[in-house]
Every structure is written in structure tokens, then in C-alpha cells.
């Protein structure tokens, strides 16, 4: 099930902040639905080569081909990437590094969020694994295809649900 949500502000940003990524190489996690979504179809209008690191699953599929819909010139490449096996974010990782020498932006996107307190087969948190922890070592491993770009970014895209207070609002 997909909602479209509607995006009020979003064309005004981009007309009066956006730039042009031709030739730019972008990874984004969590390219299936939300923000994360909606970062990889603008920057592929934009022009970058969007590469998209979601975990292997039939909604991974399917928000590729939406994205391949809606952006037809667009250049999109589909990594598995679990953020909640470290082995996963490095052959990720392996898996870009093959095929790019740069990296110009690094979007770690939202994670998880009101899992059951559980850990991963690496012994950790799985909210904590998947929202911080892979997401440093994804950052860390690809830093050195950043140091490659004129003017590399990484953004952290994150949710206040997990703040605590009432209905997660972060109000204490």
C-alpha cells in the first residue's frame, strides 16, 4: 500500500535552493517510501546518479520501478544494503566502490522506529544498529569516495519519534 503524500512546499525549495547534479553520484538509505523517497526521485530529476541502498524486498523492487516511472531519464542503481547486518553494509559498500571512484553526496536516511527491544545478529540494538550505527559505518567506509568530490555532503535525515514526551513529540 502506497500513499501519496502531498509534497506543499517541496517545488518552492527546489526553484529556490536546488541545484544541478548532472554528473553528480548520490547514495541514499531508505529509498522506499518517505523522505527517503522523495530525496532520490528529486535529486534523479536533478540529473545525479542516484544509487539506492535498501534492504533486498519486494518493496525495494517496487520503489524502483515507481522511481523509474515518474523519472524516466533518470539513472538510478539498486544496492541491497540491511543496515541491520554490518556484513550487508559492507558489501554495500564493496558494491559502490566498484562501480564509482566518487561519492558527492551520502544521504543516511531515517531509519527504523517503535521496534521491540531487540538485537541484531551483530548483539546491538536494532533501532540503534539500524538508525546510528551502520549509517557511521556506512559514512566511515565510504568517506574516502567523498574526499574524490569538489564538494562532497553527507546529509542525516532523522525522526523525532524516538525523542520521548508526549506521542513522541520530543516535548519533556
Known amino acids: 500500500m502506497t500513499r501519496n503524500i502531498e509534497t506543499k ?11 544541478d547534479m548532472t554528473n553528480k553520484v548520490v547514495a541514499i538509505t531508505g529509498t522506499t517510501s518517505g523522505t527517503g523517497y522523495v530525496c532520490a526521485r528529486e535529486l534523479a530529476r536533478k540529473g545525479a546518479t542516484v ?26 542503481e539498486a544496492i541491497d544494503c540491511d543496515l541491520q547486518l554490518f556484513d550487508s553494509v559492507r558489501q554495500a559498500v564493496d558494491a559502490v566502490k566498484s562501480r564509482h571512484q566518487v561519492l558527492d553526496v551520502l544521504v543516511n536516511n531515517a531509519g527504523v522506529m517503535a521496534l521491540k527491544d531487540t538485537a541484531t545478529a551483530d548483539g546491538y540494538d536494532v533501532q540503534m544498529q539500524t538508525n546510528v550505527l551502520s549509517h557511521f559505518l556506512l559514512t566511515k567506509e565510504l568517506f574516502p569516495l567523498m574526499l574524490n568530490s569538489e564538494q562532497a555532503r553527507i546529509v542525516n535525515h532523522s525522526s523525532g519519534a524516538r525523542l520521548g514526551g508526549p506521542l513522541g513529540t520530543g516535548i519533556f
Not at 517545488?11 to 529556490?16: C, D, L, S
Not at 544509487?51 to 538510478?76: C, H, M, T, Y
Open 9 to 19: 512546499h517541496l517545488p518552492e525549495v527546489i526553484r529556490a535552493h536546488g541545484r
Open 51 to 76: 544509487i539506492l541502498l535498501n534492504r533486498k524486498s519486494e518493496r525495494a523492487q517496487d520503489s524502483l520501478q515507481r522511481l523509474q516511472e515518474e523519472v524516466p531519464d533518470g539513472r538510478f
